[in-house]
């Protein structure tokens, strides 16, 4: 079997609905669109930051998209985990398929499982959104990167929401499950509740570029332990 042929055994093992990000052969051929939105990736593009010698984690990691852009540009180990065991198996086999032998992937509940290691950076590319944080599982996403990460983290998420509009909820019902956030106008501003949760140990490097779509667009934030 060609090396294509697998990537389209991989695909079809997986099921395109699971995948995130858009999948290429060889020949670059797109071969899963990928249900994830453009703008909800990396900006910009990591090319501020080091992954040279560095061990990182990717939660939420998918099929290992930027597990894998993690390992290309020097990282020595790279472990993505993910809830999805189908996920997970196609990822590994990825990683035996492109010949990355320091990339490894495992099924887990990263919120709340104790942590087996940790990493010099942990990586939390476009998991927090409407649907996570409106079920309550805000807090502990962002803990469960901290407990894997000794001394850098990297994160995408939209800045702002508003509870009503886009989470559904009564803002009663909000600090119900968030004490600590706070709710101005019917706004809560993400990115102001994970700088004061991690206030006391890092200091945060806002690495985003002005968007026209500030309301969409997700950003690009990297907290460096003190």
Not at 80 to 105: C, H, I, M, Q, T
Not at 118 to 141: E, P, Q, S, V
Not at 144 to 159: A, N, Q, Y
Request: aromatic share 12%; charged share 30%.
């Amino acid at each position: 079997m060609t090396r294509n042929a697998e990537l389209k055994k991989i695909v079809a093992e997986v099921g395109e609905d699971l995948i995130w990000r858009p999948l290429y052969d060889f020949e670059q051929t797109r071969l899963a669109q990928g249900v994830g939105d453009d703008i909800d990736g990396i900006d910009p593009e990591f090319k501020e930051l080091d992954f040279t010698d560095k061990t990182v984690c990717d939660l939420g990691c998918n099929m290992g998209h930027f597990s894998f852009y993690a390992s290309e540009r020097g990282a020595v180990e790279v472990v993505g985990y993910d809830l999805e065991p189908k996920v997970v198996s196609g990822a590994k086999k990825l990683a035996r398929l492109y010949g990355v032998d320091n990339v490894d992937f495992k099924v887990c509940n990263f919120a709340y499982d104790d942590p087996e290691q940790t990493f010099d950076m942990g990586m939390l590319i476009d998991i927090l959104g409407k649907i996570n944080i409106g079920k309550g599982h805000m807090t502990a996403i962002l803990l469960g990167l901290e407990k894997r990460s000794e001394s850098e983290m990297l994160l995408t998420f939209r800045p702002e929401y508003y509870v009503q509009k886009h989470f559904g909820l009564t803002e009663d019902y909000f600090l119900e499950l968030y004490p600590e956030a706070e709710i101005r106008d019917g706004l809560f501003s993400l990115l102001d509740f994970a700088k004061a949760l991690f206030v006391d140990k890092w200091d945060m490097d806002y690495l985003s570029r002005p968007h026209p779509d500030d309301e969409q667009y997700k950003r690009t934030v990297h907290f460096k332990r003190r």
